[in-house]
């Protein structure tokens, strides 16, 4: 009785582990970051504790659903890539818990199916209590997603899909508490370079022997490794500049400005300026797991200057 309540409790574990990786979790919950950051941005202060709670569920279920929608459609290319060996050395966010589970045969595709469809009507939900047009901008983000993953080996346009869809995302957060719209083309286009300068082509040079192997387009793949990294400089110096004009616009005093500047500089453009000076695998994924961060450093500093200063 007692062994064969542990293996169940194992296979439980193994499977709660292939479901919140089949999410990436760790990386999909910064979505929330930049929810948070944007309502933050708009309001120059905290919502409601009944608009955290719900925005924070229907962010997080949300991201969770569109990920694994995500690996979903990328069934075949990643039980192709399971064939390669990974050969970049060093810590990836992306890969904590059980990666790509569906092409590892962990879980099934109706196991998949039930775990999108659940988080992705409790996402609704939620985003519907707050105010029901966001709603439109979930339902696009999902087209979004569905669309990228269908254009892996098509084309390398699909960069300009994950851009829109995360930046969407993010200001969905702004939508959720105000109708006072001024600033939020800036704030959309801060969070789009960012993606694609930071997470998107960063992630795609770390892997792009698979990705050549695969016949993916990717920057990377397409432009190779020296390209890809000036693209990322040139992203993430618009994103910087993007940050810090929107921080002096939006003047809320000297110390967010100057916070958005250093942690601008320190957390994206330095570690870019490391990758164009040597494009290889390791020192993109470096970036990357700084530029993860981002949104959250600046929400933390948000925060500081608003209330602390």
Not at 57 to 79: P, V
Not at 200 to 227: C, M, W, Y
Request: hydrophobic share 55%; charged share 15%.
């Amino acid at each position: 009785m007692e062994a064969t309540l542990k293996i169940n409790l194992k296979k439980a574990l193994l499977k709660l582990r292939a479901l919140l990786g089949f999410s990436r979790v760790m990386v999909s919950s910064f979505a929330l970051a930049q929810a948070a950051l944007a309502t933050v941005l708009a309001l120059k202060g905290l919502p409601s504790i009944k608009i955290m709670l719900l925005g924070s569920i229907a962010c997080l279920s949300g991201s969770y659903a569109l990920t694994a929608t995500n690996d979903f459609f990328d069934y075949e290319i990643d039980k192709e890539r399971l064939e390669k060996l990974r050969t970049v050395q060093g810590f990836d966010m992306g890969q904590i818990f059980i990666r790509q589970p569906l092409a590892r045969g962990i879980i099934g595709r109706r196991t998949a199916i039930i775990w999108i469809l659940s988080l992705s009507t409790i996402s609704l939900i939620f985003a519907y209590l707050i105010k029901p047009s966001l709603l439109v901008i979930s339902i696009v983000i999902g087209l979004l997603v569905v669309t990228y993953s269908y254009m892996s080996r098509l084309s390398i346009l699909k960069i300009f899909l994950i851009g829109t869809l995360v930046s969407l995302g993010a200001a969905a957060g702004w939508l959720a508490v105000s109708n006072h719209n001024n600033f939020l083309l800036a704030f959309v286009l801060w969070m789009f370079f960012w993606e694609i300068g930071g997470r998107n082509i960063p992630n795609d040079l770390a892997d792009i022997e698979e990705d050549r192997s695969l016949k993916l387009k990717t920057i990377p793949v397409i432009f190779g490794e020296k390209k890809a990294s000036q693209i990322c400089f040139s992203c993430l110096l618009a994103t910087f500049f993007i940050s810090v004009v929107f921080a002096v616009i939006l003047d809320i005093n000297q110390f967010f400005v100057i916070s958005v500047s250093l942690v601008g500089f320190f957390m994206l453009v330095l570690p870019a300026y490391k990758l164009l000076r040597k494009p290889e695998p390791k020192v993109s994924l470096q970036l990357f797991n700084s530029a993860v961060f981002y949104p959250i450093t600046v929400l933390v500093f948000l925060l500081a200057s608003i209330y602390l200063i």
